[in-house]
């Protein structure tokens, strides 16, 4: 088994998703937090100035979607052929793309609070919606059906963000709940919430 580490801040941000890949998969790793005063004299040396970044025996894989889509091969957590795959990353990225298009820079508290309610009904409801879809395609609880893959504990993790960031709590998408109570009570995946630092 090759030497994984893991480097990122002391926090669960788009690292928390990796982590919970190598729960589930049951795989050891060197999990390195790196906190704001050792950074600067971290980010010379790292691939690309950046955190998350991981190493497999020194080689380094660096950005966060990445490091995912390389630990859902490895640990056989992506669909097991290419368009099954494909079809993983179409909404790993859908769902990127929705969280990045959130009201992330308004900094006055009236207008981010509209803003985040017309993002809610207009971006967020119809892109969810089309994942329930497909989801409920499968007979769920998980994108696959039966079988939990990175997309799944992507999900999870963006969710769990956005709950604490931004207090969404989703639960209108009843789909999409059953997906995530799944995922919280796969029993490495249990183990890993109840252990990790806060
Ligand atoms: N596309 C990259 C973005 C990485 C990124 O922006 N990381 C932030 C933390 S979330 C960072 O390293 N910030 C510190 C810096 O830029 O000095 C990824 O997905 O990993």
Redesign the pocket.
């Known amino acids: 088994m090759p030497v994984y580490t893991l480097t990122?801040?002391p926090?669960r941000?788009?690292a928390e998703m990796s982590r919970y890949v190598f729960a589930e998969a049951g795989v050891q790793y060197e999990d390195i937090r790196v906190t704001g005063d050792e950074?600067p004299k971290l980010?010379p040396n790292t691939p690309?100035?950046?955190?998350?970044?991981l190493t497999v025996d020194g080689k380094y894989v660096?950005?966060?979607?990445?490091?995912v889509r390389f630990l859902g091969r490895e640990f056989r957590l992506d669909g097991g052929d290419s368009l099954t795959a494909a079809r993983l990353d179409v909404w790993i990225e859908q769902l990127f793309e929705t969280y990045s298009s959130m009201p992330w820079t308004e900094e006055d508290e009236d207008k981010k609070a509209k803003l985040l309610a017309t993002w809610e009904k207009e971006t967020l409801e119809p892109k969810l919606k089309k994942l329930e879809a497909e989801i409920n395609a499968t007979g769920g609880p998980y994108f696959l059906g039966k079988d939990v893959s990175i997309l799944d504990l992507v999900i999870f993790s963006i969710c769990e963000f956005m709950k604490a960031k931004w207090n969404l709590d989703f639960a209108q998408f009843c789909t999409l709940t059953k997906l995530r109570e799944a995922v919280a009570a796969r029993p490495n995946i249990a183990a890993w919430i109840k252990k990790r630092p806060e």
Not at 48 to 53: D, H, I, L, Q, V
Not at 62 to 67: G, N, Q, V, W
């Open positions: 990122y801040f926090a941000g788009i950074w980010k690309f100035g950046k955190m998350p970044y660096a950005h966060s979607r990445a490091i």
